[in-house]
């Protein structure tokens, strides 16, 4: 997939260059972006660690067992294939938790063990059940307490404040997180009532 | 609404520390433990952002950009988005490393504290790469169906991206 992705970006800026005349601008940009590379992953090293770092804490403080424990309730209540105790919704919420605190690491194999758990007792098959879509609809709305590589991006590019965004990027994640739970939820009623009608 | 982000930083820095205090955590060697984590995941996304940043910034140096932004201005300007943005938009939800690259690349452009530089830090910041999720979520499970997971997730993809937007602008 990156790779197609890779190469139309590569084939692309130099079809661009031959045709705009810029193609002494797009050598340059060849030798500068290898190097560019190196030194965004170096500027962003201080903040990343930072995070991982202090998150890490969190974990091991049971912080995140809290957390998760306060969440499988409300999470049972939009996934309600699964009771709040199973592993299912259990994995699924430390996985949430995960995100939320940008534990990215720990994230996607609980998200995948969550995912497996919840197939087990899926009656469709090859098809995701209502709690499944859920599942994913609410991972990809990212919601996040501190956005960590965007803030390690800022601080690269010499930000004056890189955590300017926090209150932001809340706001425009549990807005994104709304819409994607309602629609996951009209969706799921609408293809119900199609299925009982045909 | 800016102040809230520079007081809530230390404040979670305190919070989780004093917890971890509390609770009798070894507090440095576990701080050591998740930095040690953080470069280690660096250094494994390393080879794929280098080879990003570079077709990027090869896209970038060639033009590519301005041209479609400026196709698909009209629609920006219908749904109130800075055209500027687009690139970080159309990259965000195939590749995680790949956003990074062109949000790196937009904020050295325009400026990490201009209104376009803040708006896609938002944007990535509240946004996921929502089909690589999907495929890693499904193909795990061996769903091969996604019903209507991709509308909806698209949906709330979309809503972030405008919030970002609004809320930017506004305050």
């Given at each position: 997939?990156?790779?197609?992705?890779?190469?139309?970006?590569?084939?692309?800026?130099?079809?661009?260059?031959?045709?705009?005349?810029?193609?002494?601008?797009?050598?340059?940009?060849?030798?500068e972006?290898?190097?560019?590379?190196?030194?965004?992953?170096?500027?962003?090293?201080?903040?990343?660690?930072?995070?991982?770092?202090?998150?890490?804490?969190?974990?091991?403080?049971?912080?995140?067992?809290?957390?998760?424990?306060?969440?499988?309730?409300?999470?049972?209540?939009?996934?309600?294939?699964?009771?709040?105790?199973?592993?299912?919704?259990?994995?699924?919420?430390?996985?949430?938790?995960?995100?939320?605190?940008?534990?990215?690491?720990?994230?996607?194999?609980?998200?995948?063990?969550?995912?497996?758990?919840?197939?087990?007792?899926n009656?469709?098959?090859?098809k995701?059940?209502?709690?499944?879509?859920?599942?994913?609809?609410?991972?990809?709305?990212?919601?996040?307490?501190?956005?960590?590589?965007?803030a390690a991006?800022?601080?690269?590019?010499?930000?004056?404040?890189?955590?300017?965004?926090?209150?932001?990027?809340?706001?425009?994640?549990?807005?994104?997180?709304?819409i994607?739970?309602?629609?996951?939820?009209?969706?799921?009623?609408?293809?119900?009532?199609?299925?009982?009608?045909? | 609404?800016?102040?809230?982000?520079?007081?809530?930083?230390?404040?979670?820095?305190?919070?989780?520390?004093?917890?971890?205090?509390?609770?009798?955590?070894?507090?440095?060697?576990?701080?050591?433990?998740?930095?040690?984590?953080?470069?280690?995941?660096l250094?494994?996304?390393?080879?794929?952002?280098?080879?990003?940043?570079?077709?990027?910034?090869m896209?970038?140096?060639?033009?590519?950009?301005?041209?479609?932004?400026?196709?698909?201005?009209?629609?920006?300007?219908?749904?109130?988005?800075?055209?500027?943005?687009?690139?970080?938009?159309?990259?965000?939800?195939?590749?995680?490393?790949?956003?990074?690259?062109?949000?790196?690349?937009?904020?050295?452009?325009?400026?990490?504290?201009?209104?376009?530089?803040?708006?896609?830090?938002?944007?990535?910041?509240?946004?996921?790469?929502?089909?690589?999720?999907?495929?890693?979520?499904?193909?795990?499970?061996?769903?091969?169906?996604?019903?209507?997971?991709?509308?909806?997730?698209?949906?709330?993809?979309?809503?972030?991206?405008?919030?970002?937007?609004?809320?930017?602008r506004?305050?």
């Amino acid at each position: 997939m990156l790779g197609y992705i890779w190469l139309f970006m590569i084939s692309a800026s130099v079809v661009c260059a031959f045709m705009t005349g810029r193609m002494d601008n797009l050598a340059s940009a060849v030798t500068e972006g290898a190097d560019k590379g190196v030194k965004l992953i170096i500027s962003m090293a201080g903040v990343m660690c930072l995070w991982t770092g202090i998150m890490n804490i969190a974990e091991k403080s049971g912080l995140t067992k809290i957390i998760s424990h306060i969440l499988s309730p409300v999470l049972s209540r939009i996934m309600p294939d699964y009771r709040p105790d199973s592993k299912a919704l259990q994995a699924v919420s430390a996985n949430i938790t995960a995100n939320i605190l940008g534990l990215g690491n720990a994230a996607t194999p609980l998200g995948i063990t969550a995912m497996k758990e919840m197939q087990k007792n899926n009656r469709l098959g090859d098809k995701p059940n209502s709690s499944m879509i859920m599942f994913v609809v609410i991972n990809t709305a990212s919601v996040q307490l501190i956005p960590a590589s965007a803030a390690a991006l800022r601080q690269a590019a010499g930000s004056t404040d890189p955590y300017v965004i926090l209150p932001y990027v809340w706001i425009s994640s549990l807005c994104a997180l709304s819409i994607g739970v309602a629609a996951a939820m009209i969706c799921s009623r609408l293809s119900g009532r199609r299925k009982r009608n045909g | 609404m800016d102040k809230i982000g520079i007081y809530a930083v230390p404040f979670v820095i305190m919070f989780i520390v004093v917890f971890g205090a509390v609770k009798k955590v070894d507090l440095f060697e576990s701080f050591r433990q998740g930095a040690k984590d953080g470069i280690g995941s660096l250094i494994s996304v390393a080879p794929s952002l280098i080879g990003l940043v570079l077709a990027v910034n090869m896209l970038d140096a060639s033009g590519f950009f301005d041209i479609i932004c400026s196709l698909l201005s009209p629609v920006c300007s219908a749904v109130g988005i800075p055209q500027e943005v687009l690139p970080l938009g159309l990259i965000r939800p195939v590749s995680g490393s790949g956003s990074y690259a062109v949000l790196s690349s937009i904020l050295e452009k325009y400026g990490p504290d201009s209104l376009i530089g803040k708006t896609a830090s938002v944007m990535a910041g509240s946004t996921e790469t929502t089909f690589y999720a999907i495929a890693v979520y499904y193909g795990a499970a061996g769903i091969r169906k996604t019903r209507y997971t991709v509308p909806a997730a698209i949906a709330a993809d979309l809503c972030g991206i405008i919030t970002a937007v609004i809320t930017v602008r506004s305050f």
